[in-house]
């Protein structure tokens, strides 16, 4: 009876992991995997000077700070920094980047209770992004591993 039951009930439950590993796959394109990727390098090697160049770019005021809901343009120019000519793609736009944007906004917002208008320095969005890109390795696993030799 019981054994029978959960039996049945394997294909499902497999069926139902699977859409969700293939639903968070999904979200994770070639410009995402190129950030996180560069950020686990950067942070090995100590040194954020593309990420702190990115940030200015993405300052268009040029008052030193980058709302929260722009955290997706430093994304992008990132990428157009460090990323463009080697990836051997073309450049990124902000809509790239609009999950990682969204998904960080939603994060400092849980975690520190900033809103999209929140203006951060550099030093806040380095922080924040240390703890996104963290959350988001624990997540994916060896992902980026396998993926950074791919992309």
Known sequence: ?????????????????????CKAASKVDHHTVKMHTSFLKNKKD????????????????????VSVHEASRVFKEHYNLVHKHSAGRGAASEVHYMDDGSEFG?????????????????????????????????????????????F
């Open 1 to 21: 009876g019981r054994v029978m039951r959960v039996t049945s009930l394997l294909p499902f439950l497999i069926l139902a992991i699977f859409h969700q590993e």
């Open 46 to 65: 100590g040194d954020f000077s593309d990420w702190e160049e990115a940030f200015k770019r993405a300052d268009h005021d040029k008052n030193g700070l």
């Open 106 to 150: 939603k994060m400092v917002s849980d975690t520190m209770g900033w809103d999209d208008r929140k203006e951060m320095t550099y030093a806040e969005f380095e922080e924040q992004l240390h703890v996104y890109v963290d959350i988001k390795h624990k997540e994916r696993g060896s992902l980026y591993d396998l993926a950074a030799d791919i």
